[in-house]
């Protein structure tokens, strides 16, 4: 096929995503593009991504898109034979999770998360040992052993709720110790806590949010609860990924920052190009090991599988079921 038929065929993809990728380097990612396209319809499959993929994943070849919570939802009602996760690992094994008969894809299975590195199912053991009878709630940003061994999972979207749904005084939150501070603050159920911490939210400060104050007088700063209490004290807003777009979307503030991963203000600022975003961002290594040529990839080879220890499967599952059932 030529050249200019790719282009003139790729080109209303090419107009949501003109704002942020250059007319010259759209060439290098619509071939890439229309073979997914293609590959996805002979293979029956779907593309569920994150929030934080790059735009030419997220606006040009996914299916659903959305936070952590968001895409463990939407994988049980996939009808597909296939899923591909355009994201962490653990986000794969909780789609694996929710559907342990089809196949589920992850286009680079290195990508991790340090969140889901800093625990495994032995200390789980070992705070419920200390701890006995308080429930652990476990973060989605786990793997699916370290799930297996607790109460309930929770995501950035939905914790408060998940702590305060299980009528204990005192809840285990693991692993992520800003999160399990920042829902401690707004609680009066008594949070225990793990030391992990995401690697992307743990750099921003507090002085860098009063820095953006000075410069950009009037700008709204919106923060994920994986940073720090003392930045979330700063922001005007904290939530998840989808619940910092819907804010952006609800008040629209006229200036805005996203203290998050950087591909979150390329993402959201696509619909909203009236609106200012200063970007302050931090990359995430392991979701940007996720790209176009590994996502072609994993699709004309059904590589790489996710597959989890059938030992582990039921409890795991329980785990993030538990959580789906609290509205
Ligand atoms: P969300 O569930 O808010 O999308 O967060 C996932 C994540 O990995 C944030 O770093
Ligand atoms: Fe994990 Fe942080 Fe990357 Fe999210 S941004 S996947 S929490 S390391």
């Known amino acids: 096929m030529s050249t200019t038929t790719l282009l003139d065929r790729t080109d209303p993809l090419y107009d949501r995503v003109k704002t942020l990728i250059p007319p010259i380097e759209w060439p290098v990612f619509a071939d890439d593009i229309e073979a997914i396209l293609q590959l996805k319809r002979e293979r029956d499959a779907v593309i569920l991504a994150h ?9 040009c070849v996914a299916d659903i898109v959305g936070d952590s919570l968001a895409l463990a939802r939407e994988a049980m009602k996939v009808d597909a034979k296939v899923i591909v996760l355009a994201g962490v690992h653990f986000m794969a094994e909780t789609a694996k999770l929710m559907n342990p008969a089809k196949t589920v894809l992850i286009p680079d299975s290195r990508a991790g998360c340090s969140l889901a590195e800093s625990i495994v199912p032995a200390d789980v053991r070992l705070m419920r040992e200390h701890h006995p009878g308080v429930p652990i709630v476990t973060y ?19 914790a408060l709720k ?12 693991l692993p992520d110790e800003y999160l399990a501070q920042n829902i ?14 995401c690697e992307v939210h743990e750099r921003f400060t ?3 949010v009063r820095a953006l104050r000075t410069d950009y007088p009037g700008v709204t700063i919106l923060a994920h609860p994986e940073c720090p209490p003392e ?28 203290l998050t991963e950087c591909s979150m ?38 590589q790489e599988e996710v597959v989890i220890d059938p030992t582990l499967t039921d409890r795991a599952r329980r785990s993030v079921e ?6």
């Open 51 to 59: 929030n934080y993929m790059t735009p030419e994943i997220f606006h």
């Open 140 to 158: 989605v940003n786990s793997s699916a052993a370290v799930k297996a061994e607790s109460d309930i999972c929770c995501t950035s979207g939905n």
């Open 162 to 173: 998940i702590v305060e749904s299980l009528g204990a005084d005192t809840v285990i939150m």
């Open 184 to 197: 401690a603050a707004q609680t009066r159920v008594k949070v225990l806590t793990w030391a992990g911490h």
């Open 206 to 208: 507090a002085a860098e």
């Open 231 to 258: 930045v979330v004290a700063e922001a005007d807003f904290t939530g998840s990924t989808a619940d910092m777009s819907a804010y952006v979307g609800r008040a629209r503030p006229a200036r805005v920052v996203l």
């Open 265 to 302: 203000s390329d993402n959201v600022s696509v619909n909203h190009p009236d609106i200012s975003f200063v970007r302050p961002c931090n990359l995430c290594p392991h979701m940007k090991r996720i790209t176009l040529p590994k996502i072609r990839r994993a699709l004309e080879t059904m």
């Open 322 to 327: 538990r959580m789906l059932e609290v509205r």
